[in-house]
């Protein structure tokens, strides 16, 4: 079979640079290359994998949806969506010498599954006690049900030791997978995995003031990450945490917050009015705005709605984050639900 032509050459910002193939996405290609460039839902839906192109030209493989009509116009791709026409130039960079765990798939089982509120259901997935399954907190999972359907979750717990693995499920009115599990799931039902996935992990800790944003089940990853904090030694461990968590009604708190872990500050913040709610309201992004006076020692990890994170980005980095100091994984649903 004759190989696809190199058509050219993406260079990045720390001077890495790779062949990228005709109809191959700049994503794809990197990897091939042992490169590793952010990403997370590569369907061109979040926008956690943009780039903005300095030179060269590109053309889409995917709707890049993630994507303002701005950002767009100002340059920004999204590297699982597009590929290149001539060498072009990246302000994007190779996430390092992260040692990340390659995706496997595996059969599981339902060990366990809970009503945490009324719209969010905890399953908890055991996998074979053979199976070696590692995975970076902050990470997610492809869960494959009847039919083939594939629908990405978060992980929520810090490792598999134990070989069970933690999801935090929203339903989605109409969701095949939603219908599911909160309608026919039972504990037993034999399922598989993908995984792990994603590029949402925390980078270095050391010393610095660390923020969480969140909504709705985009506590899951934090919760995993917050685990892992308490583990880090004293020399790796940040100078401050403090983790927003938005939600429009009390009863979307489905999750002690404050036992996970000590040393932190927590911060419920409720979008809509409730007689009986004493604590911020709005959104987290604006209450993070509040706390915050000197910005060149914070980093801000949100995940949750993409419009929080879209929001986020926006009104944070105006305020004075450096760009380079948000990481974000964003929910968005299938295109088929």
């Known amino acids: 079979m004759e190989q696809a032509k190199a058509v050219a050459i993406a260079k990045l910002a ?3 640079q790779f062949l990228v193939n005709e109809n191959v996405s700049i994503l794809d290609a990197a990897a091939a290359s042992g490169i590793k460039l952010p990403y997370s839902c590569r369907t061109g839906r979040c926008s956690t994998c943009k780039a ?13 949806v993630g994507l303002t009509s701005t950002e767009l116009n100002e340059g920004w791709v999204l590297t699982c969506s597009r590929s290149i026409q001539s060498d072009v130039e990246l302000d994007v960079e190779d996430l390092g010498n992260v040692a990340t765990p390659i995706p496997k798939t595996l059969p599981c089982r ?11 259901i905890k399953v908890v997935l055991r996998i074979p006690p053979t199976a070696n399954f590692e995975f970076i907190p902050g990470q997610y999972i492809d869960v494959i049900g009847v039919g083939g359907v594939r629908r990405s979750y978060s992980l929520a717990n810090s490792h598999c030791a134990e070989k069970t693995l933690e999801l935090h499920i929203r339903k989605v009115d109409g969701g095949a997978m939603s219908e599911y599990w909160f309608n026919k799931a039972k504990v037993d039902d034999l399922l598989r995995i993908n995984g792990p996935l994603g590029t949402f992990w925390l980078r270095d800790t050391a010393n610095i003031d660390l923020f969480f944003l969140a909504t709705g089940t985009g506590i899951a990853p934090v919760k995993s990450m917050l685990e ?3 583990h880090l030694p004293v020399e790796k461990k940040p100078s401050s945490v403090t983790v ?5 009604q009390p ?3 489905y999750l002690d917050v404050s036992s996970i872990a000590t040393g932190y500050n927590y911060i419920p913040v409720q979008s809509r009015a409730h007689k009986n709610w004493a604590g911020e309201t709005g ?9 915050v006076s000197d910005w060149k020692n914070v980093f801000v990890y949100a995940c949750g709605s993409d419009a929080m994170i879209h929001s986020a980005r926006k009104i944070l980095t105006e305020a004075g984050l450096p760009a380079k100091q948000f990481y974000s994984d964003a929910f968005v649903c299938s295109a088929s639900n």
Do not use: C
């Open 283 to 291: 959104y987290v992004q604006h209450v993070m705005l509040n706390l």
């Open 110 to 120: 339902i060990s366990f599954l809970e009503h945490i509120a009324i719209d969010v």
């Open 244 to 248: 927003l968590w938005g939600g429009r």
């Open 251 to 253: 009863g979307d708190f």
């Open 52 to 64: 903005k192109v300095l030179n060269g030209s590109t053309y889409p493989l995917l709707d890049e």
């Open 14 to 16: 720390d001077g890495r």
């Open 228 to 230: 892992s904090i308490s």
